[in-house]
């Protein structure tokens, strides 16, 4: 398996700004779901954001739609997936992981999954 390599995160207050990115060598994961879930204490793993990388569109987590935005730029050496956090808010608060998986929704189910990044939102 190949290692998902992130970057980013830390702490913001509400309202403020972070991005997290994440590098793979390129057509590793053709076909894939490369995204984000996140896992904050006493709560359950949620998908946060991904996108397939052959192409087939985006998913968003319902509280993060309008706030986050993901993309991808590809080279001939790797993909890197970077994840655009506005308007972040106290409740975005946890450690965020890197993953990829078939599943955008379910990218808790994982294939790979990187070293995770803490994000801080203080109010």
């Known amino acids: 398996q190949v290692p998902l390599l992130e970057s980013g995160g830390g702490s913001v207050e509400a309202g403020g700004s972070l991005s997290l990115s994440c590098a793979t060598t390129?057509?590793?994961?053709?076909?894939?779901?490369m995204g984000w879930f996140r896992q904050s204490p006493n709560q359950a793993r949620e998908a946060v954001a991904g996108l397939y990388l052959g192409g087939g569109g985006t998913y968003y987590e319902d509280s993060v739609e309008g706030r986050f935005t993901i993309s991808v730029h590809k080279d001939n050496a790797k993909n890197t997936v970077t994840l655009q956090m506005n308007s972040l808010k106290p409740e975005d608060t946890g450690m965020y992981y890197c993953?990829?998986?078939?599943?955008?929704?379910?990218?808790?189910?994982?294939?790979?999954r990187g070293q995770g990044t803490q994000v801080t939102v203080s109010s």
């Open positions: 390129a057509d590793t994961y053709r076909g894939y779901c």
């Open positions: 993953a990829v998986g078939l599943s955008c929704a379910r990218l808790y189910s994982y294939k790979e």
